[in-house]
């Protein structure tokens, strides 16, 4: 070991310092959702690669003052290389370059600790090579422990207060763990060589841990409110199923009673008035008595409701459906399964312009061994994609969760959620197969 200050404190050399913060880039675009294809994606980073040695190459040329200035424009390169890289949004890339920022400052000041601790007895050569094996153990350590943070399901993005968190940890950790560069006498620097190494790696672990516990608690939050927001949907779903099923029951008594109200109505003398009683009479009586038979109560309520705020909208339904053979599903997840595709077909149906192309076709049916339900409905031919899932064009809270509450509700039974489209229907299917029984729930 060397103990003196001079070889100890020497700089490192600003090729590894490019590397490390290239690495560290490369991370994030190998394990979240990437903007381009890998050919495309390998191009991009290549070239980042070459554009941070450059930028670290003639900052090492610049005065001691410059070396600010110089770290910002390698910040800036990161981002671009981020930004390019990953399919994120600006905060979301933000966000990732300053993890990133903080993991190559880590990497490198990890690989200088233990260089230093053997400085001079190392050659460059073998340097380089420790340099690398070094990262590459940090780097897959980190990807390992971060893959699980990020998906590639959805465009990356964090709110304004997670970003302004995130950029105050790198620079807190930044700060901290270079101060003992610029002065000693504070309460927080090191006096020697070795003590200053050590603080500026512990240091940057901390502050990776802390973005690393920050981006975690942001996930869990996120999940519990789309959890209870999904909750919620499925709550007022069968709510609404039961509302629904008490008033039927309701309707259908009193379409029963107003069968002798008409023949007392016909007994009328006069026979304009006696016609236009009937026929106001019979219209009402449709309207409220067009129950939908399919041999399953609980579907039974949940259409007749659909249908109902259906004509609303002036939307025609057709419905071709044997109830009977969804009877193996509780009637929460029937209720879910059917009224949001509903609710999605009647949303989808009403952006059309022209009433009498509104349409809405539902059908269930036996298809082989399989189980089919179907929901097709006429629309704008306007599809909205994150990556391979569809989103609502709708904004506010509790938007953008049907979709996911039907393939949940399929799933639970072994079922399988599709989607085509062409420019006029919009058609979703659900397949479920012959073996019916519920997943376990308990478990």
Known sequence: MNDVDGPVLAEIPRYLTAIAEWGACAVYIVIARRRFRAPATAGIALGGLAALLAVQLWAGTLPLEWWIPGMLLAAATMYALVFTGIDASARGAGFVVTRAFVLAELAASGFWQIDRFYAGLIDPYVQTVGALLVY???????AVAEHRQFTRQARFDVGGTQLAGAVAIAVATFGISNLSFVTTDTPFSGRFGT??????????????????????VHNEAVARRDAEAMAQLLRSQHDQYEITRRSIDEVNRKHHDMKHHLDA???EQDASTRARMIDDLEESIDRYGAVVRTGSHVLDAIVTAKIARAREWGIEVSVVADGRLLAFMRPLELTSLVGNALDNAIDGASTLAVPEQRMIRLAVFAQDDFTMVRVENTFDGVVLRDGDRIVTRQRGQGHGYGLRNIETAALAYGGTVSVITDDR?????VLFPAAHAPADVSS
């Open 265 to 267: 109505i016909r007994s």
């Open 195 to 216: 003590e200053i190494l050590y603080i500026r790696t512990l240091v940057d672990l901390c502050g990776y841990i802390a973005l690393h516990v920050q981006l975690r």
């Open 425 to 429: 229907w919009f058609s979703l299917r």
């Open 136 to 142: 590459g153990t940090i780097f897959v350590g980190v």
